[in-house]
């Protein structure tokens, strides 16, 4: 089932860069740093170019032994031989996609602040859930902000791993796995770093640091 393709850490998710070899570099030494996840998402890129992109990314994590997801488009995942998608609110029904896919299929569900749509996502065939922003994030400034409550309450009442999403950095993701998080999914902190290696180990570090 889809648990075992869902460990507990760091979760990456790639920015819109159109440099191809560069997305692949970074997202190796991302990997290289202890990242356990990777999401495909670019939100700029040409449907030639996410093709591409995401054949290249789903090929390197499968070399890697990581699990690879693709943002809203099942076509492309199921294409590319990804593990499975992330949706968000505009990109169809949870059940309706549940019922086309194969049972260890992983569909991630984006719930922002709101601990009903993660309710209704657990229900309905979500193999994990999103709350966020949790802080600040520099991808999505006008983001509604979430309190890290909703990790901890996710963790108490749903049979499904957490995942925090926006404004994550080395120096806050400790509070997130305080909380509970399963996972944290970080963009800007570990792509744009100067090392995204060592950066992506301080993360993972505090995944190791802390109990399942």
């Given at each position: 089932m889809t648990l075992r393709l869902l460990k507990r850490g760091l979760y990456a998710v790639t920015p819109d860069w159109e440099d191809t070899p560069r997305l692949v570099g970074v997202t190796a030494a991302i990997i290289d740093g202890g990242a356990v996840c990777v999401q495909y998402r670019n939100k700029t890129a040409t449907h030639d170019l996410a093709a591409e992109q995401a054949r290249a990314i789903a090929g390197l994590c499968r070399l890697r032994g990581v699990t690879c997801l693709i943002n809203d488009d099942v076509a492309l995942a199921l294409a590319v031989g990804a593990d499975g998608v992330h949706i968000g609110r505009d990109d169809g029904e949870?059940?309706?996609l549940r019922?086309?896919?194969?049972d260890d299929f992983i569909i991630?569900?984006?719930?922002?602040?709101d601990f009903e749509r993660a309710r209704a996502a657990a229900r309905d065939g979500a193999s994990y859930v999103?709350?966020?922003?949790?802080?600040?994030?520099?991808t999505k400034p006008g983001a509604v902000g979430a309190p890290i409550a909703l990790i901890g309450r996710a963790r108490g009442e749903l049979s499904l791993p957490v995942v925090g999403i926006g404004g994550i950095t080395a120096d806050n993701v400790p509070a997130l796995v305080e909380a509970g998080a399963d996972m944290?999914?970080?963009?800007?902190?570990?792509?744009?770093?100067?090392d995204p290696r060592e950066r992506s180990e301080r993360i993972a570090a505090a995944f190791d640091k802390s109990p399942s």
């Open positions: 949870c059940a309706a019922s086309r896919v194969a991630g569900v984006s719930c922002y602040d999103a709350f966020g922003a949790m802080f600040a994030s520099p944290a999914a970080v963009i800007t902190d570990i792509y744009n770093a100067d």
